[in-house]
């Protein structure tokens, strides 16, 4: 190789240095993904239509659901959640598994956490659901987003145990679902993209940080009474929160009230049937899109648990 040339395979003429940040090539190299709140306009999700694992369930409790299962029905109200979602301007992606899943693949909320630079894929803290974290990594990187961890060693982390306060600032708690060590492992990552994280701890008996506290604006969170961590309502308020209390505990336990997504500022898909808590919203300014769940309910989880967030309009970037 002459000194007098130097090829563009090795830095001389015609090489094309990269300096495009990789949240600047999101939409371009990278499948369109990010979020950084829990309230902007909602513009892509992941779901996964329940399939034959769900059939012939030979005990609820010993994969953590509540009741047997209608699995018709709960075919059909997933397919309600999905048309109602893409109704309202957000594109519904499917995880599609090679295999047959564990059972409770249908609750992808658990299985990622998505930042402005693409998703931290969970690993779920019970040998039930051990391995389904495989099949929502496969179809994120099918998809082209970007992968930023997959939580390791004796870490476990589920998504819907963290949530964004901020564009620069995480709720992250610990307790039945995720432990110290995957906290950790996800607030490194978080950390790497400037973004602090508040640890909070869940009381005993709480299955989620998602089953207590929702966010349905950027100054407004609906948290459940006696079960909210006392640190993350105060850190709520710190940073320009009120914070509403759902008034109907029956409607929140057996109804999923509180299990809702937000579709945009003060608009969420929630539950139907629960006359009380959906006044109560209401009367917040809320709008209130409704969809059948009862049947969904029965396996432990609702619209939120069932979402995983693929895309919002950042804050950040607005």
Known sequence: MSKQHTPSAYGGKGWSPRLTSLQDEIGRLWHACGIDSEWSPLKAVLLHRPGEELDDLASPEAVYMLEPLDTTSVRGQH????????????????VNPARTPPPNLLFVADLMFMTPEGAIVGRPASTVRAGEECHVARRLAD????????????????????AWLDERTVLLATGLRT????ADQVASVLAELGVDVIQV?????SMHLMGELRFADRDLAIARPGWTPFAAVQALREHGYTVLFTPDEEEVTRGMALNFITLGPRKILMSADNPITQAFYEAAGITCVVAETDEIGKAAGGIGCMTGIVERALVGTS
């Open 79 to 94: 397919d309600g959640i999905a048309r109602t979602l893409r109704e309202h301007g957000v594109t519904v992606d499917y």
């Open 143 to 162: 998809l082209g987003i970007p992968i930023l961890k997959t939580v390791r060693g004796n870490g476990v982390f589920e998504g819907a145990d963290a």
């Open 179 to 182: 432990n110290q060590e995957g």
């Open 201 to 205: 701890g869940l009381p005993y008996g």
